[in-house]
């Protein structure tokens, strides 16, 4: 069945260091991809998204990219900032069924040190 | 911003009992979904309803389970008889439109069964 595999956190990365996390998909067709990220004590938000393979979603300095041709969407960012650590979740849309069941990595922890 | 909010945020019951877990979706939304995360494992998807009815339901969600959506606002899932092993963080979310849209998460509930 389909499946999301993400790197173990958790990721200590002090400011403006280079983020990435890495994602990889298993797969029937062609899924939707998406990053959702879970600050402190809220649910989970949508970050970015991808719907076909080279797009590139992008959101607040955060970008991935799907890869088709490696069943990737690694999660980047340039320079992170203390705001941004949470925890970030990997997720495709199943292609079973009409309403859209996402499948989630188990998340990454991020903690950014000023 | 229109939310979506779960009730209560953390919930204790003892194995055996009987428990709800609520969620007011976003106020136009159609498509709702109840998610869930055990302590250290992915976010699993349960089951997803739209007009008045179930529409896709996981292997997790047996007959221990069941949704309802009893007015206009609140969607709930009852777990009957709670196992030490339904102790996990339970995500409520809803869709505008379903398929491939964006869905919109609460903060959860954690449920922890002693």
């Known amino acids: 069945g389909d499946s999301v595999t993400q790197m173990e956190g958790p990721v200590t990365l002090s400011e403006e260091a280079f983020l990435t996390i890495n994602c990889t998909y298993t797969?029937?067709?062609?899924?939707?991809l998406f990053w959702y990220v879970q600050y402190p004590g809220e649910g989970l938000q949508l970050l970015l998204k991808?719907?076909?393979?080279?797009d590139k979603g992008s959101n607040k300095g955060f970008e991935a990219t799907y890869r088709k041709e490696t069943t990737s969407f690694h999660l980047e960012k340039g320079s992170v900032q203390v705001s941004d650590s949470a925890v970030y979740f990997c997720a495709l849309l199943g292609l079973g069924g009409s309403q859209g069941n996402l499948i989630f990595g188990k998340g990454t922890k991020l903690s950014v040190k000023p | 911003e229109p939310e979506v909010t779960q009730t209560p945020s953390h919930q204790v019951t003892q194995m055996g009992q009987e428990v709800i877990l609520r969620c007011v979706p976003i106020s136009n939304h159609l498509y709702f979904y109840w998610y869930r995360q055990i302590l250290g494992q992915k976010v699993e998807f349960l089951v997803s309803?739209?007009?008045?009815?179930?529409?896709?339901k996981s292997e997790i969600f047996d007959d221990q389970f069941s949704v309802e959506r009893p007015d206009g606002s609140n969607f709930t899932l009852k777990i009957r008889s709670t196992k030490l092993e339904d102790s996990a963080m339970y995500f409520c979310?809803?869709?505008?439109?379903?398929?491939?849209?964006?869905?919109?998460f609460g903060p959860g509930t954690r449920l922890t069964v002693l």
């Open positions: 979310a809803s869709s505008g439109t379903g398929g491939r849209n964006e869905q919109f």
């Open positions: 991808a719907t076909k393979a080279d």
């Open positions: 797969a029937t067709g062609y899924p939707s």
């Open positions: 309803f739209y007009n008045n009815e179930i529409s896709e």
